[in-house]
């Protein structure tokens, strides 16, 4: 049935892509700031609620962040964390396991991971795409992006081979 044939039926609303972007760019400093910090997520989610709309970051405006992608995302990755680092860890040289990742990087990932494994309503090249952006945010000129790229590709591979084509 096409919408023609049913225009009152209910339509998905439209998702912000520059508010889902600014929420995994709050995600990855909210789990860095969490790592790195010892913070409690209660606290950590209460400061970026509170953020200032269009804060700065890097060369552009981040923009008001999708808040309940943000919070999904760090709260998923803080419930889910075993089995998000676990599936990571697969794709990671035996030398080189997440505690020994950059924290931004080992936020950035896990993050992803979480959409990755249980957030099934985002495409996994959408994905892959936004953090491996988020690294260059952090990391740019450096091999950070694309080992993102690499570690969430394989990850993608695994885990929603049936979503990638080509």
Same mark, same amino acid.
């Given at each position: ?7 009152? %039926? %209910? ?6 892509? +520059? %508010?889902?972007? /600014? ?11 969490? =790592? ?7 606290? +950590? ?12 970051? =890097?060369? #552009? ?15 998923? @990755?803080? %419930? ?21 990742? =950059? ?5 950035? @990932?896990?993050? /992803? ?12 090249? @959408? ?5 491996? =952006? @988020? ?6 000129? #450096?091999?950070?992006? #694309?080992? +993102? ?16 084509? #080509?």
């Amino acid at each position: 049935m096409s919408k023609a044939d049913n225009p009152g %039926a %209910a339509r998905k609303p439209r998702m912000n892509p +520059v %508010a889902r972007a /600014a929420a995994r760019l709050g995600a990855v400093q909210a789990l860095y700031q969490m =790592d790195v910090s010892g913070a409690p997520l209660e606290v +950590v989610l209460e400061q970026f609620a509170t953020r200032r709309i269009g804060e700065a970051f =890097d060369d #552009g405006q981040c923009g008001k962040p999708d808040e309940a992608l943000l919070s999904a995302i760090v709260r998923g @990755v803080v %419930a889910r964390q075993t089995d998000i680092d676990r599936a990571v860890n697969r794709h990671l040289s035996e030398k080189w396991k997440l505690p020994r990742l =950059d924290a931004t990087v080992r936020a950035i @990932v896990r993050a /992803a991971g979480y959409e990755m494994l249980f957030a099934r309503d985002t495409p996994p090249r @959408v994905i892959i795409t936004q953090y491996v =952006d @988020v690294a260059r945010a952090f990391h740019d000129g #450096g091999d950070e992006p #694309g080992f +993102v790229n690499a570690v969430l590709d394989a990850l993608a591979r695994e885990k929603r081979a049936d979503e990638l084509h #080509g």
